[in-house]
C-alpha cells in the first residue's frame, strides 16, 4: 500500500513503514564522526572478507562481503544524518538516494543483490555457489566501499540538505496518514 492524494502517490509503501518501525529511519544530526567510524568497519569486513577468502570460508566471505556494504552505506547515512537500524530500511534510503542523485542505481542493486546472496548461505543450506561468482562478489565488495567513501567525500552540503528535507515531509505525510487512520 501506498501513501496517495487525489491518486498520486506521495510515499511508497516501504518508506511508510520504515518510518513507522521503532528501529526504522530517523533523522538525526550529521555525524561525520560516525561516518568515519563506518568507513573504518566497512574496511575491516573487507579485510577479513579477504582472509575468509584465502581459506574458503564461502559463508564467512559472502558474509562479510554483504556487511563491508552496509557499513560503508551506514557511514554515508551517518554522514547525511539518517539512522536506520533495519538494513532493508537502510537499503530503502538508498534507493531514495538515487532518485536525489546521490548514489548510482547500480549500487543498490549490489547491495540488495549481497544481501539475499547472505541470507541464502547463511541462513539456507542450498547448492554451493562457484568460485567465479564468490571472486566477483569480492571484487564488488571492494568496488561498492570505495564508491561510497568518494561519494561521502564528495557530497555537498546541499545535496545533505536536500535529502534531509526530503526525509523530513517524507516523514511528515507518513506521521499524517497514520494520525488518518488511527482516527
Known amino acids: ?15 511508510a ?24 568497519k566497512a574496511k575491516s569486513s573487507l579485510n577479513t572478507m579477504n582472509a575468509a577468502l584465502q581459506i574458503k570460508e564461502t559463508d564467512w566471505v559472502l558474509t562479510t562481503a554483504y556487511y563491508a556494504r552496509y557499513f560503508a552505506l551506514y557511514a554515508l547515512l551517518m554522514k547525511l544524518g539518517i539512522k536506520s537500524e533495519i538494513h532493508d530500511c537502510s537499503i530503502t534510503i538508498a534507493r531514495l538516494l538515487t532518485k536525489q542523485r546521490i548514489l548510482n542505481k547500480n549500487l543498490v542493486t549490489d547491495i540488495s543483490q549481497a544481501k539475499q546472496i547472505r541470507i541464502e548461505t ?26 561510497i ?8 552540503t546541499d545535496q545533505i540538505k536536500n535529502a534531509r528535507t526530503h526525509l523530513k515531509h517524507i516523514s511528515s ?3 499524517l496518514d497514520k494520525e488518518h487512520t488511527e482516527q
Do not use: D
Request: net charge positive; aromatic share 10%; glycine share 4%.
Open 1 to 15: 500500500m501506498s501513501i496517495c492524494y487525489g491518486g498520486i502517490i506521495l510515499v511508497n509503501r516501504e518508506v
Open 122 to 147: 547463511q541462513y539456507y543450506v542450498t547448492q554451493e555457489l562457484k568460485q567465479p561468482k564468490i571472486r566477483r562478489n569480492v571484487e564488488s565488495a571492494h568496488k561498492f566501499v570505495l564508491e
Open 149 to 156: 567513501e568518494k561519494t561521502i567525500e564528495n557530497i555537498t
Open 173 to 175: 505525510i507518513t506521521k
Open 17 to 40: 513503514w520504515c518510518f513507522r518501525q521503532r528501529k526504522g529511519i530517523r533523522i538525526i544530526e550529521p555525524n561525520e564522526n560516525l561516518a568515519k567510524a563506518y568507513i573504518i
